[in-house]
């Protein structure tokens, strides 16, 4: 919340900042993200100064995102921010409840 941006929209920037993807399409496979959500959430982060789109030179159909300044100064900041969250959001769980959720999250990362 400080950034004024959710978890979707940071997950949009840092794949941007890092490379990851440069489109609406590759950031959709990336993230998991329909395609109507994405269009609402790139919307959103546009209006917000953060990104622009433009149209591919060599293939119009084809959207290419870019941050704007404001953007990666915000995206530069999530690295800081994150586990602040997280930390907050870890706050009421048990330590029993913690460790099944770290069990959980160790499975999921390798394969079962």
Not at 40 to 52: I, Q
């Amino acid at each position: 919340r400080p950034l004024d941006i959710n978890g979707q929209q940071m997950g949009i920037l840092l794949a941007l900042t890092r490379g990851m993807a440069s489109t609406p399409f590759e950031i959709s496979k990336l993230l998991g993200i329909d395609s109507g959500l994405m269009t609402r959430m790139l919307d959103k982060l546009e209006e917000k100064g953060l990104l622009e789109r433009s149209r591919s030179i060599d293939d119009r159909r084809v959207v290419n995102l870019t941050l704007t300044p404001k953007g990666r100064s915000i995206a530069s900041e999530i690295p800081t921010i994150a586990p602040e969250v997280l930390n907050q959001r870890l706050q009421g769980f048990t330590v029993e409840e913690f460790e099944e959720f770290r069990r959980l999250l160790y499975k999921f990362v390798n394969g079962g």
